[in-house]
């Protein structure tokens, strides 16, 4: 099992040169080759990911991280990348008192003054589009770490990387993608990603009301993918490589009413697993605050959740390390 | 005055050993050898907590603060013991909204996912039990720096520590303890950590419904120490070598009315001092919000509340440096 | 254009002693002496303030950020030096629950606290004369980073670095000082600090009841300087070397209505920005939160507001190296 893309040394060249400076607001906009890279020096970083070894790489330059809604993980993540390969963080804390109207000022201009203190900035924000309007006064590399319902593209890599490094691969697998297919940005993230590799079968497994966006379903299959729609989990387990599971979130529902609906239509058991590939991998976004991925589940080797940490930590290292020119 | 507690060679190999990979969880689950090696190396940091000379040891290791009530004092002594000695911190500032029932995971997959970004993990949390049940998910070493009334162990070492300083000894020694010996997480830190050492004579201080429980004082009693109790503390000060003055605190109260009742019982000012010994000191884990501590004794050489901040920080460099395998 | 202050080397070397260990609490308290070694320490920063250079002058310090009010702009840059100089940063972002009723101590206390885990502490709050109490607990040295209306030293200091830089000099100047003449604390920082160097014209823009305090006014009237007051911004644009904005804050008024008054009397646009000099700079200490200062001038190269954030990591490194005795 080979685990390098094929290209030739001047591409490479070409490819690093290219993310020096680049923000990376969407996976819709990355290229085949530029994930590929991505992979390829996420693959390099593990070792320090995985804390076997030290690194100076980005010693001297500074993180800020903009988060104007709550998220431990992501922001961990990201600090965690960066603080190993020896930079520092600065970090937005005060950020409801920062965006009150009172005293509230463009996002372009939070972009052209946090970005004479940073080298990176890193941001998350509850509305759409939030992070590409910072990105237009920022003088340094932008990284969305989720904007809203609209993206968030370095959770959709970090998967891939999960998925690369268990099969070798990114062509011809079965993707079951099961929960929200209609709101989850990190299932259409991983759509935007994958289309770019050799024909796969995508199956997605929802309820009627949470179905995968027209649009995008046409999309995969002009990219000549195969792609499947059902509602039920366990007459297509068997056939999986890949089990990407998503929680049918609340705060994307009207009412308390229209989220009990859908909670719990799916369970990801013991039982269930018996029924899949042997070679089949779950993976998860987490965090895990229902019963949709069972604690059981945890003890199966296929299981790939809590290894997708470290993984993160890995790629987002590797968008650090590429945006400011050390990749 | 011996520093030094007597052992050999090998079981101080042995001792390191033992504290490699391991949760500091209470303070009644440390051996006599284990505080003993603890207080050792925290005197061969004070160097450094001091701000004499400059530190690597933990240089690319993360420290993670998970600190779900707040108090700015334990997690600056935490970061600061982090950062003197090389290493770097990430913290969960957005403790509310972190832990809102909307988006709850369990302190388990809490733990398994902040260990897969730090080497160490500090937490504080209001609830009895919680340090424990995040640290059974974690990969990595986690430090109790409080778990709501149930346990403060590095409260109670560092006041091992402003002990042994002063005395060069923790045997045969009269503490006098006044305040809150109902509630106080730190009085039984104290008490459990102490009662190994050699005989010594504890006097209980305090009004008749803040009481030591019962419990706490047959296992000082059976351990071969002396126990006093009394409400009046001007009759003992002369008695005693050590006075850990507690807070009457509110929050452990009902009402505001029961706090009232207790509030200004006992007083520690230049006047009673006066019938205090020489030797004796004065330790109180601070904040001081109320006149039971007054302003005026901070002048006397033997008020060591405010040493007390650098020994902690001299004892939190002893225990991140040992389970991480640095002591 | 010469760039130094005029000085015996026996000199510098008695004012690098001077700042070790002091506190830097009002512009009001510096010497003309000291103003220009903090400038000219400042332009010794500048290429570790612009990235281009890395530095670990400040490796094993750590700077303690105390905010009792929002302000992640000057937070960001207190702390983007403190790295930048290879030091490291604690910071209390739970500042509400710190200082609630229920458990407060006095900021004597918190400074003695503080300044045993810190080699520095720079602290914003909103009340006047807090900064200076935190101060007399601190054995380490301590930055007002704004002290409610009563004062905000480096603040005024970058905007005169920016001064000195574009003009070479700080003497024979007209400054035209727009906007909220009585309560701006930059405004008043600013007067206090250009008032030592020579002979100026000081022209204050404000409406009638928002104008210069009377003392100020005397005040630079006895050191030789010349003092013109009106309401209309346009009828002296022509006049003016420099151009500083202050805006008129809401909260420094008794109700909104109050505010909205004043709102709006000012605006500096590309038309305005016709009738000034070629040579002429505008200053701000931003966030621009109306329309008083419009997006438009940004293009102009007279506009020099993004570019005092640099100047303004500039002269906080040069603060902390001063005060720490690197210098």
New interface residues.
Partial sequence: MTKTFQKDEQNITLLMMNFIGKHILSATALSKEEIERILEVAKEMEPFAR?EK??DLL??K?L?TL?F??S??T???F??SM??LGG???????MK??SSV?????L??TG???S????VIVMRHPERGTVAELAKGSMVPVINAGDGPADHPTQGLLDLYTIWKQFGTLDGLTFGMVGDMKFSRVVHAECALLKHFGKSRFVFIAPEALKIPQELKEELESAGHEVLETEDLESVIGTLDVLSNTRIQ??RFESHEDYEKFRGTYSISADLMVKAKDSMIVIDP????DDQLKIEVDEDSRAKY?EQ??NG?AVRMALLALVMGRG
Avoid: C, H, Q, W
């Avoid at 009172?102 to 463009?106: A, G, I, N, Y």
């Avoid at 004479?116 to 080298?119: E, L, S, V, Y």
């Fill in positions: 804390k030290v690194s010693k001297g500074v800020a988060f809604e709550p431990t993980r922001r961990f993540s600090e965690t603080v190993r520092s963080v600065i970090s937005n804390y005060m008192e920062t009172k005293k509230r000022e463009t372009y201009d052209k003054v946090v004479a203190f940073a080298d609340e705060e987490l965090p895990r605050v809590f940490v470290t930590v």
